[in-house]
């Protein structure tokens, strides 16, 4: 009888890979033309940026590889300021590029662990190009996804009705020192602890196999 294991309950899929994304649209995509105006004077379309680095959305990623959209970015080029960036993302789109990009910033966001700048080479787009990655840009992409797991804290422990004695942290991203820095702010008197980051989802669920498939 598990009935009374489970006080309370929240969650939303926001992983790893939603910080990836992030990071890629904050420091990746300026390099591609993002911020860019054309010679109207409106800005490029922020969509199309976003639809480029959105690899966990296959709606997304069929708009952004889509014929339609191989012929917007030609005639935004045409429309382009001279010395525009936006050829770049032209050049992502026609090599299918956007997993490569975001498996960048998925490096750099683990270098930045340790470091407070990281550079990512993008020669893949053009030789030479480099993206800069600092803390700065990591934290202000990540801020509405902390803001978010916070949310989904405060009504797990608000289903509860009482207050954790301690927060387990498990998953790749528990490894991040922005997500911990985050908790411990939040919750400050509770000490947080973790086990085995990349193998306790795994063994959860096929703890949870063995219990569902036992007959």
Do not use: C
Request: negative net charge.
């Amino acid at each position: 009888d598990r009935s009374g294991d489970l006080l309370g309950h929240s969650g939303q899929r926001i992983g790893g890979n939603d910080f990836d994304i992030r990071l890629t649209v904050e420091g990746m995509m300026p390099l591609l033309g993002m911020h860019e105006t054309l010679k109207t004077g409106k800005p490029l379309p922020h969509p199309l940026f976003w639809d480029a680095a959105a690899i966990n959305d296959v709606s997304a990623q069929s708009r952004f590889y889509s014929l339609d959209t191989a012929r917007q970015l030609q005639d935004l080029q045409l429309d382009s300021q001279p010395g525009s960036k936006l050829g770049r993302l032209a050049s992502l789109r026609a090599h299918k590029l956007s997993h490569q990009l975001v498996w960048r910033a998925e490096q750099g966001k683990i270098a930045l662990s340790e470091q407070e700048l990281n550079r990512q080479s993008l020669a893949e787009l053009e030789k030479g190009l480099e993206a800069e990655l600092t803390r700065e840009q990591l934290a202000n992409a990540s801020t509405l996804l902390l803001e978010k797991i916070g949310e989904l804290m405060d009504e797990a422990i608000a289903a509860a009705g009482v207050q954790p004695d301690r927060i387990f942290v498990t998953g790749g991203s528990a490894r991040s020192p922005l997500i911990a820095s985050f908790i411990r702010q939040k919750l400050p008197s509770i000490p947080l602890e973790g086990g085995d980051d990349f193998g306790s989802v795994a063994a959860g669920l096929a703890r949870y196999a063995e219990r569902l498939f036992a007959n």
